[in-house]
């Protein structure tokens, strides 16, 4: 089959900075990521060494102060480099998303010491974050979470098991909502917990559909001791902060799933225009321009609408709404894309020999990480009719 390079997306940036940024990270994609990454992820190998690149280019603080080792970008800029570190690798966009998520806390609610302190080494020193929220019996309910941590002098012991956490085992550093106080959301607390805390461990990763070179894991804290130096925010703020990061983080997903979709959409662009049957490219047949056309559409449609709520929240105005309206439209879009693309390749796309099987394994996650796309419904009701009667 001829080759067909797919083109590079067309941006709208605010900067000539950012147009450069973009393209550094192009160039990452294409040299470090892209070659290795089917044979990586059907190994289950992590990308440590990415991470570190990524580090060293200025890439993981992207959104935050300058002051602090991190980029000083708009969402809007920041979210685009998670959509073309997805493209190429979802393990790495992803990777960044989590990691972005994991930083929120301390970066957005933490004190002036608290921030010279760790900032610098979780946003430019090479660190790598988890979020701890979930846990075997809380998932979309997170308000009911068990995890506790028990005053002791100046320090706070934490015990408890968090689940399903991205870069559980590997991480630096670990932010961790734990109870404090009464049930329900306002006796949660937030808490940075370093990686090699006495007491930490990891439970042997999960056996994925997709995404195997990420790993997921229970997060044990057998009486974990941390001072109150490393509680972010006053006690009983914990939930409320999580759910503001949350916010940001699902932009991060939304990104994520338009970049998996459009490796998608040039897979299956390649495919259909070098692909001959009857006498000519398969990419010639109306039933197939027309899936092309529409998946083309949805992810156009995707990327308009997480920027629009990236824009929201660069102008400071609420965009809680946007962002669950995004996490649901681009990651429904990344599944119908993937299922489409796989069905263009035909035979060949139930193979390993292509990439299309992947992508379709992976964007079914993205559905159900950092609130389900039931739960993005309920909050977008919410927002339009107001909370549900008890």
Known sequence: MPDHAPQPVDRQLPTDEARDLISLVRDIAQREIAPKAAEEEDAGRFPREVFTLLSQSGLLGLPYDAEYGGGD????????????????????????SVHTLASYALAARGTKQQQVEHLPAMLGGGLLGAYCLSEPSSGSDAASLRTKAVRDGDDWVITGTKAWITHGGIADFYTVMARTGEEGPRGITAFL??????GLSAAAPERKMGMKGSPTAQVHLDGVRVTDERRIGEEGQGFAIALASLDSGRLGIAACAIGLAQAALDEAVAYATGRRQFGRPIADFQGLR???????????????????????????????????MAKLHCTDTAMKVTVDAVQVLGGYGYTADFPAERYMREAKVLQIVEGTNQIQRMVIARHLAGPESR
């Not at 998670?82 to 960044?96: D, F, H």
């Open 73 to 96: 970008q708009p969402y809007e800029v920041y979210l685009q480099v998670l959509e073309e570190l997805a493209a190429a690798r979802l393990t790495v966009g992803l990777g960044l």
């Open 290 to 324: 027309f899936m092309l056309a529409d998946m083309a559409t949805q992810i156009e449609a995707g990327r308009a609408l997480y920027l629009a709520a990236a824009r929201l929240r660069d102008a400071g105005r609420p965009f809680a709404k946007q962002a669950a």
């Open 193 to 198: 917990v370093p990686g090699d805390a006495e």
